[in-house]
T-cell receptor
Framework: DTAVSQTPKYLVTQMGNDKSIKCEQN?????MYWYKQDSKKFLKIMFS???????INETVPNRFSPKSPDKAHLNLHINSLELGDSAVYFC???????????FGQGTRLTVV | AQSVTQPDIHITVSEGASLELRCNYSYGATPYLFWYVQSPGQGLQLLLKYFSGDTLVQGIKGFEAEFKRSQSSFNLRKPSVHWSDAAEYFC????????????FGTGTRLTIIP
């Protein structure tokens, strides 16, 4: 059973399109995250949710909108995609703030 | 703000040789520290973590790390590397006002040669 699963694994889309990435965790964790990894492998937090409440929004353009329908899901919707949005997006979860974070396999987004 | 620095962008070692990957932290109090590994095309997996207590921490896959407060370091070591250890390695520290996120170093890419 996959602990943190994201879909799709690969996403190729044209500039200006709107797309969503889904994330689900079956670990019973309270906190979920979205991280962005750029082409140089640099990892940066985008959003964090705790019990469906947004607790971090790290100066991400408002074209990015996370949605947490319940504690086990944190989806990422991106409007009006730009070339610079091309990256690998990782979903993660943890029981609380400083314990181990479990990561999904990543979604490689390519905007053409 | 809490941060970690990984001075080595890329390290190449021979299979069977020992390995040390460097991580320096900047943290106000006693830090919590993590090492994660990212194999090609995969997500991140926790290798080990330090919260308190014994400064030598054992992790998975034969890795260990030593917390040295005097040097502000948390270096990752392995006595004998295997080809499957080729990956990207990230040091991380909790960040934000309430430690509500992980702040990662820039990563060290490990290449193993036969």
């Amino acid at each position: 059973d996959t602990a943190v699963s994201q879909t799709p694994k690969y996403l190729v889309t044209q500039m200006g399109n709107d797309k969503s990435i889904k994330c689900e965790q079956n670990l019973g964790h309270d906190t979920m995250y979205w991280y962005k990894q750029d082409s140089k492998k640099f990892l940066k937090i985008m959003f964090s949710y705790n019990n469906k409440e947004l607790i971090i929004n790290e100066t991400v353009p408002n074209r990015f909108s996370p949605k947490s329908p319940d504690k086990a899901h944190l989806n990422l919707h991106i409007n009006s995609l730009e070339l610079g949005d091309s990256a690998v997006y990782f979903c993660a979860s943890s029981q609380d703030k400083i314990t181990e974070a479990f990561f999904g396999q990543g979604t490689r987004l390519t905007v053409v | 703000a809490q941060s970690v620095t990984q001075p080595d962008i890329h390290i190449t070692v021979s299979e069977g040789a020992s390995l040390e990957l460097r991580c320096n932290y900047s943290y106000g109090a006693t830090p919590y520290l993590f090492w994660y590994v990212q194999s090609p095309g995969q997500g991140l997996q926790l290798l080990l973590k330090y919260f308190s207590g014994d400064t030598l921490v054992q992790g998975i896959k034969g890795f260990e790390a030593e917390f040295k407060r005097s040097q502000s370091s948390f270096n990752l070591r392995k006595p004998s590397v295997h080809w499957s250890d080729a990956a990207e390695y990230f040091c991380a520290v909790p960040g934000g006002f309430g430690n509500e996120k992980l702040t990662f170093g820039t990563g060290t890419r490990l290449t193993i040669i036969p």
